[in-house]
T-cell receptor
Framework: GQSLEQPSEVTAVEGAIVQINCTYQ??????LSWYQQHDGGAPTFLSYNALDGLEETGRFSSFLSRSDSYGYLLLQELQMKDSASYFCAVRGGSTLGRLYFGRGTQLTVWP | SQTIHQWPATLVQPVGSPLSLECTVEGTSNPNLYWYRQAAGRGLQLLFYSVGIGQISSEVPQNLSASRPQDRQFILSSKKLLLSDSGFYLCAWGDSMNTEAFFGQGTRLTVV
C-alpha cells in the first residue's frame, strides 16, 4: 500500500521561509508532487520531482531524496495568499502510477 | 486547452437515496481519470481510477461504484447513500505519465 506523512499545520509570518516535509512509503515509486488547495477550492498543481534534487519554480521549490523516501516543499517570501493546504502526492502503485495524496499541511501566514 | 467539468457543485441527499455524479473532460483524449473524496479537513482519498473506457480500478471497498461509458466521461454512483458518504468529491484527469493531475471544482455532498 501507500502512506504519506506530512505535518498537519505550519504557521509563519509574511516574508518568511517555510519548509513542509513529506515522507512516503509506496510499492513502486515514479515521482512526488505537491498541490495547493485553498478553502473550498480544488487542488492545483505546484511541482513534480521524479529524480533526486531540487526543482525551483519562482518562490516555490521542491526537493526529493528517493533513497530516504523523503521530499519537501520550500516556500519563500511568504505572502498572505499562500495561506492554504499543501498536499504531497506520490505517483506509485501500479506500473501506470496512480496518484496518492497525503493528509495535507495547513499553512497559515500571519501579517 | 483542456478543461474538466464536474457537477453539481453542491448536493444534499437523504440516507438511502441513489447518487450520480458526472465528470467530463474536454481538449484531451484517452485521459487517466480519478475520483477522490475529501472529508472535512482531511486529505484526498483515491476512490477509483480509470485508464480507458470500461476500465475501472477500485481503491477502497465501499458502497460506491464508478463507470466510464465514454473516453472523457467518468461517473460516480451509489445505489443507497450512507451518512458516511458525505464529503467533497473531486474528479481529476492526468496525462499518460500522471505527472500532473487537473481537478474539477468538486461536488460537496451532504447525506442527511
Amino acid at each position: 500500500g501507500q502512506s504519506l506523512e506530512q505535518p498537519s499545520e505550519v504557521t509563519a509570518v509574511e516574508g518568511a521561509i517555510v519548509q513542509i516535509n513529506c515522507t512516503y512509503q509506496t510499492s513502486g515509486f515514479y515521482g512526488l508532487s505537491w498541490y495547493q488547495q485553498h478553502d473550498g477550492g480544488a487542488p492545483t498543481f505546484l511541482s513534480y520531482n521524479a529524480l533526486d534534487g531540487l526543482e525551483e519554480t519562482g518562490r516555490f521549490s521542491s526537493f526529493l531524496s528517493r533513497s530516504d523516501s523523503y521530499g519537501y516543499l520550500l516556500l519563500q517570501e511568504l505572502q498572505m495568499k499562500d495561506s492554504a493546504s499543501y498536499f504531497c502526492a506520490v505517483r506509485g502503485g501500479s506500473t501506470l502510477g496512480r496518484l496518492y495524496f497525503g493528509r495535507g499541511t495547513q499553512l497559515t501566514v500571519w501579517p | 486547452s483542456q478543461t474538466i467539468h464536474q457537477w453539481p457543485a453542491t448536493l444534499v441527499q437523504p440516507v438511502g437515496s441513489p447518487l450520480s455524479l458526472e465528470c467530463t473532460v474536454e481538449g484531451t483524449s484517452n485521459p487517466n481519470l480519478y475520483w477522490y473524496r475529501q472529508a472535512a479537513g482531511r486529505g484526498l482519498q483515491l476512490l477509483f481510477y480509470s485508464v480507458g473506457i470500461g476500465q475501472i480500478s477500485s481503491e477502497v471497498p465501499q458502497n460506491l461504484s464508478a463507470s466510464r461509458p465514454q473516453d472523457r466521461q467518468f461517473i460516480l454512483s451509489s445505489k443507497k447513500l450512507l451518512l458516511s458518504d458525505s464529503g467533497f468529491y473531486l474528479c481529476a484527469w492526468g496525462d499518460s505519465m500522471n505527472t500532473e493531475a487537473f481537478f474539477g471544482q468538486g461536488t460537496r455532498l451532504t447525506v442527511v
